[in-house]
């Protein structure tokens, strides 16, 4: 069965860096729509970036240049490097992936089958 297991985040100051990783299990990243989500506490769940198996990237508008996302097809995991990060980057981020589909159509939320646990990052000034 499909299974992802994220890692990372934590405390950082305005302007600092964070990286999540997220492992999966049971499917192939190469193979795969991958992305992330973020929830910040009374807010919707809203899609941070997305990468296709054909390599299309996708980001929100008010993280494009500062955050990147990527993957290891040997490692078989998933990452999400975020850099000058501000105090509304602060949320609870999601890996998602729809195994086995190539495309990723939207960043709605109910295309995504597969889900990681939360991983909090917090941005303080």
């Known amino acids: 069965r499909a299974h992802l297991e994220g890692s990372g985040g934590g405390s950082v100051q305005v302007g600092g860096s964070l990286r999540l990783s997220c492992a999966a299990t049971g499917f192939s990243v190469t193979y795969s729509c991958l992305a992330w989500f973020r929830q910040a506490p009374g807010q919707e769940r809203e899609g941070v970036a997305s990468l296709s198996a054909y390599g299309v990237l996708k980001y929100m508008d008010s993280v494009k240049g500062r955050f990147t996302i990527s993957k290891d097809n040997r490692e078989n995991t998933l990452s999400l490097q975020m850099t000058s990060l501000k105090p509304e980057d602060t949320a609870m981020y999601y890996c998602?992936?729809?195994?086995?589909?190539?495309?990723?159509?939207?960043?709605?939320?109910?295309?995504?089958?597969?889900w990681g646990q939360g991983i909090q990052v917090t941005v303080s000034s």
């Open positions: 998602a992936t729809i195994p086995g589909k190539f495309a990723c159509d939207s960043f709605s939320r109910a295309e995504f089958s597969e």
